[in-house]
């Protein structure tokens, strides 16, 4: 093996261009990653709810006649429930109560709860009702249903 005068083979050299190139592709692929997973994670955060709120989970379950959403707010109490329904979409807001004393732990978190969603279908929000019992927030949403469809001539 060839040696310059400062005793590098062409072998050190040709291993030295191999790593320098490989780092620099290293370094490439890296900010590739942090764009994309970057622009991911400013989507997902547009999409997430409002800082100071938690997300309330929410099951949806339908029936015959209804659907029903259970939402958990816990530690929250009824009157600090904001409640809203339209005919596609529900809206939740529970403020969190917060006790008087020195915490040694606290895992429940001070935030309060928020979440709406798009209803699945369409409801009756005129004829909706509410109960609040445990923690769990029990919404009864009557369908919307169209029981006579109308013939319509064309012309």
């Known amino acids: ?14 291993i030295g261009k191999a790593a320098v190139e490989a780092a620099r592709m290293s370094s490439q692929a890296s900010q590739a990653a942090k764009k994309i997973l970057g622009d991911v994670s400013s989507e997902i955060n547009e999409m997430s709810e ?19 959403a259970l939402v958990a ?32 732990r606290r895992e ?10 798009k209803l699945p279908l369409e ?13 769990i927030l029990e919404v009864h949403l009557p369908k919307l249903v169209i029981i006579n469809a109308q013939r319509v001539q064309v012309e």
């Open 108 to 117: 429940m978190g001070t935030m309060g709860r928020k979440r709406e969603i």
């Open 73 to 104: 707010l816990p530690g929250a109490s009824k009157e600090k429930i904001d409640l809203r329904v339209t005919e596609d979409s529900l809206y939740v807001e529970a403020k969190a109560a917060v006790r008087e004393g020195k915490y040694l």
């Open 50 to 68: 409002p800082k100071g709120y938690d997300l309330a989970p929410i099951d949806l379950i339908e029936t015959d006649d209804e659907l029903i």
């Open 123 to 135: 409801v009756k929000p005129e004829q909706a009702k509410a109960s609040f019992k445990d923690g």
């Open 1 to 14: 093996m060839k040696s310059d005068s400062s005793g590098i083979s062409d072998l050190e050299r040709v």
